[in-house]
């Protein structure tokens, strides 16, 4: 087994020479709109995945896979050139659905904004369910309540048959 970073920057060279080749090496017009976007190898350098996209309808992505079939040889062969490996990795070629993915995950996300400024709006009209201060006291905002103001005879400490700490009632 290979080394996981050598087996990485393997995948990078092949996506680079799999990028200029399409533009130098293959001359088919089915070919032309593809943009290799990642490679991956495995782990013992046997075996490439290529993904690329495609700008274009179904009809168009297909007529690049088909393409990129046939076109298979003369990439791997320029790949076997321009690395320095014992063994000339398979390829095969996976349409890449990261711009798929991206519109749908922005799809989401301004579905959630929407949303989220509908929840904002019912919040600004919201009121409260009782009243505006369910804090309120039955003492007026205008007397200022001192401790000095209270007396021990003021105070209730209780039912008054039980004996205080000295033993009185």
Do not use: C, W
Not at 42 to 70: I, M, P, R, S, W
Not at 93 to 116: G, W
Request: hydrophobic share 40%; glycine share 6%; aromatic share 4%.
């Amino acid at each position: 087994m290979a080394d996981p970073a050598r087996a990485a920057k393997l995948a990078q060279r092949i996506k680079v020479v799999v990028a200029e080749a399409l533009g130098r090496k293959v001359k088919d017009p089915r070919l032309e709109g593809i943009t290799v976007t990642d490679a991956r190898v495995t782990n013992d350098l046997q075996h490439a995945t290529v993904y690329y996209t495609v700008f274009g309808d179904q009809a168009v992505q297909a007529d690049a896979a088909k393409g990129l079939e046939k076109a298979k040889g003369v990439l791997r062969q320029e790949v076997g050139r321009n690395i320095t490996v014992r063994l000339t990795p398979t390829l095969e070629f996976v349409a890449d659905q990261i711009p798929v993915n991206a519109s749908n995950l922005e799809e989401l996300l301004r579905e959630a904004k929407k949303r989220d400024a509908e929840v904002a709006a019912l919040a600004a009209q919201a009121k409260h369910a009782g009243d505006a201060d369910p804090y309120k006291s039955d003492a007026s905002a205008d007397v200022d309540i001192d401790e000095d103001d209270f007396d021990e005879e003021d105070l209730d400490l209780g039912s008054g048959d039980e004996p205080d700490e000295d033993g009185n009632k």
